[in-house]
């Protein structure tokens, strides 16, 4: 959890100190199934315009939510992993360089492929990055508190 205070704020072109304090607390992700095949940069785009970005996996409870939404027999869908193995991460995006990482890649993999996709049963594959697949979007929530 990241919390901000918040001690200002703007009334009639001037500061005035608050007595309020205002707390933004962290939420999971809440992603999005484009079934709309694209290939991985174009994805990319269309989650940053429409979204916060290309869908980040931090742990299992994120892999089971995504899992979720394609239903097993799904397609290979994007997610927001390229070469060297980093995330697309945007400036609207929460994650951090340094950050724990999480990996799911599925047995011999990666290859040599320069970007991600996933499959229907959770696992991780280097993906051509032209190819046109479905994707994975989020949205990050903040929810905002009052102490």
């Given amino acids: 959890n990241s919390n901000i205070n918040i001690k200002a704020f703007l ?79 945007s400036e609207n995006d929460d994650f951090k360089e340094g950050e724990p990482v999480y990996w799911n890649w599925a047995s011999g993999e990666p290859s040599v492929q320069s970007c991600a996709s996933m499959s229907a049963t959770g696992g991780w594959y280097a993906t051509p990055c032209n190819s046109t697949l479905s994707f994975f979007c989020y949205t990050v929530c903040l929810e905002m508190g009052k102490l």
Avoid at 27 to 43: M, S, V
Avoid at 56 to 82: C, K, N, R
């Fill in 11 to 89: 009334v009639f072109g001037f500061y005035v100190t608050c007595l309020c304090h205002f707390t933004f607390s962290y939420q999971r992700p809440l992603y999005h199934f484009i079934n709309n095949p694209k290939d991985w940069l174009t994805a990319q785009q269309y989650c940053r315009d429409m979204y916060t970005d290309l869908a980040t996996v931090t742990d299992e409870q994120d892999l089971e939510d995504l899992a979720g939404l394609v239903g097993s027999g799904g397609p290979f869908v994007y997610l927001g992993l390229y070469r060297d193995w980093g995330w697309s991460v």
